[in-house]
């Protein structure tokens, strides 16, 4: 099996890095993502629609270069990746429809439920959950059904409602409350942060790691986490719907406290920086393996300056 290269020759960039690890992850979901065929021809299309509308493949590039540091076989992380890319896109399409953030443009397009309609985008992201554990689950991805099994139940801690789940609760209550710093950063590492938690230990998962390097690879994602949710609330912030692929203003107009609107944009973008260096430092043990992941941060804050 080829072994994942953490930082390839050929790529001179970060930016170059994230766009071949896409590449690698849209063929994997090519592959496992079902074709339209048959009477219910229309969800698979729809489930393809919202995949396949761009966007950077954060998290599974988060997992393939954790699964590097550790030489996790390619096959079994891209599998991984995927899985954990379907589960994030059916969280997109659920948090767009007109009952929860009612939005009508994502990654610079009409999101699922305009494009085709309310319950076709409600099926498509069901299928998608569903269809990320079952990537999961089977002995593609790893022989051994038992890192199978804690895999599924990882995720389905991650994005359940003690997590991803728990925090767009926090979220859509937010407009009735009077949330504080402590209340925004929980929400953030619920509706974000756990699902990028995941991510990052994912690799260390497939390889077998002990406690102390998913401990390690759980508190970059927890810094990494929260400097990526304030470079988004950023943008929001200050940005514009090209910038961002998706309408801006919102958590403004709707009265929601983000750490931006706590902080002030300077105090932000401070803070932000400084758990970027702090997650950066805690990769230090794995030298150069984990250059890519100790600059990750630095380069998603850039787009916010």
């Known amino acids: ?11 001179d960039s970060l930016d170059e890095a994230l766009k071949d690890a896409a590449r690698r992850v849209d063929k994997t979901l090519e592959a496992v993502l079902p074709k339209p065929e048959g009477l219910h021809a229309r969800v698979a299309e729809a489930m393809r629609y919202a995949v396949f509308a761009g966007g950077k493949r954060l998290r599974p590039f988060l997992t393939l270069a954790g699964a590097a540091l550790f030489g996790v076989p390619e096959a079994r992380a891209l599998r991984v990746a995927a899985a954990i890319e379907c589960l ?8 767009d429809l007109p009952c929860m953030d009612d939005d009508d443009l994502r990654r610079g397009r009409p999101t699922t439920h305009r494009k085709f309609d ?14 990320a554990f079952g990537i999961l689950g089977d002995s593609a991805t790893h022989p051994s059904g038992e890192v199978r ?14 997590g991803m789940i728990g925090g767009q609760m926090i979220d859509i209550l ?51 986490g929260l400097a990526f949710q304030i470079a988004d609330d950023i943008i929001d912030a200050t940005g514009t719907a ?3 692929g998706k309408a801006v203003g919102k958590d403004q107009e709707q009265g929601k406290a983000t750490l931006v609107s706590l902080y002030g944009l300077e105090k932000a973008r401070a803070e ?34």
């Open 1 to 11: 099996m080829t072994i994942l290269d953490p930082a390839p020759a050929h790529l």
């Open 242 to 244: 090209e910038m961002a």
């Open 88 to 95: 994030h896109t059916y969280s997109l399409i659920h948090d």
């Open 149 to 162: 099994a804690e895999l599924v139940a990882r995720l389905a801690a991650a994005a359940g409602s003690e």
């Open 118 to 131: 309310e319950a076709t985008a409600v099926l498509a992201g069901d299928a998608l959950l569903t269809l």
């Open 174 to 224: 937010a407009p009735e409350r009077d949330y504080g710093e402590a209340e925004t950063i929980l929400l953030q590492q619920l509706k974000t942060g756990a699902l990028f938690e995941f991510s990052c230990e994912a690799g260390a998962i497939l390889a077998g790691a002990g406690a102390d390097d998913r401990a390690r690879l759980n508190d970059f994602a927890k810094g990494f």
């Open 272 to 305: 932000s920086v400084r758990l970027a260096q702090a997650a950066a430092e805690r990769l230090v043990p794995y030298g150069p393996q984990a250059e890519t992941l100790r600059a990750l941060p630095f380069y998603l804050l850039d787009r916010a300056s």
